[in-house]
């Protein structure tokens, strides 16, 4: 975690426009996509090494299901090569990797394969990637209530704070700064608890062409705002 309060604790990253990316190359759509982890990999690295301590992506929501299949089949057999091959790569340098998504509808090879990954790498400390799929913030919201019903807390006990130790990974901090990419203005249901008093900055570029120097850029400028909180 950085102790320079202008460079972002949490950074949250919106992925957006790798298939936009690939029609405007001539490529086949689905190559956006791999394009577009091949990217995360790099400016992951990259916010790592300039003191960010967590960075979460949005690499499938919960909504995303409904896709073209081919699409969706694509997008699993990614992942699944991600989480058994690159995360080595990520373990060696010293990456915490996390699965912050339901585990509802996901195969349960994939399923497995991740929690191996978050087990190999729960003691890095080079900076913590969070792998937002199946992911959705009403739904996570939704997980953490029955978690606290489950558990038999007593309804005068539920607040924020109670609430934020049921959601996922209750030690991932909320997210200081949110970029997203494509030149959509919205969160799409992103980590929703944890963007209450978020930064926000949209890039006009696609996902795979969002390069170090425009982290830099949305760094800088996170740098420059004052935060408030309500106050």
């Known amino acids: 975690m950085s102790l320079d309060t202008s460079v972002p604790t949490h950074v949250g990253l919106i992925l957006d426009g790798n298939r936009r990316w690939a029609r405007a190359q001539g490529m086949p759509t689905l190559e956006g ?17 300039r003191g960010v301590g967590y960075v979460s992506a949005f690499v499938f929501s919960t909504e995303n299901w409904n896709r073209d299949k081919e699409e969706v089949d694509y ?7 991600v989480v ?5 790569d990520m373990h060696k340098k010293g990456v915490r990797v996390l699965w912050l998504g339901s585990r509802t509808h996901m ?14 790498t729960k003691d890095n400390t080079k900076g913590t990637l969070a792998l ?3 992911h959705g913030g009403h739904r996570e ?9 489950l558990a038999g807390e007593k309804p ?4 924020e704070k109670l609430i934020a130790s049921y959601i996922d990974y209750p030690d991932l ?23 209450a008093y978020s930064e926000l900055i949209f890039r006009d570029e696609p996902w795979p062409d969002f390069t170090v120097e425009s982290l830099d850029e949305c760094l800088l400028e996170y740098s420059q705002r004052q935060r408030r909180f309500g106050g």
Not at 75 to 81: A, G, P, R
Not at 141 to 149: D, K, N, W
């Open 84 to 88: 058994k091959n690159e995360v080595k």
């Open 33 to 49: 996509h791999r394009k577009g982890y091949e990217n995360l990999k790099t400016i992951a690295e990259a916010a790592f090494d």
């Open 132 to 134: 937002c799929l199946n």
């Open 107 to 120: 195969n349960a090879g994939l399923v497995k394969d991740i929690e191996a990954a978050e087990k190999l």
């Open 156 to 159: 005068e006990d539920i607040d």
């Open 173 to 195: 901090p909320p997210v200081d700064l949110i970029v997203r990419t494509s030149g959509e203005q919205r969160l799409s249901n992103f980590m929703l608890w944890r963007a």
């Open 141 to 149: 919201i939704a997980e953490a209530v029955q978690r606290i019903v």
């Open 75 to 81: 997008l699993m057999n990614l992942l699944n090569w």
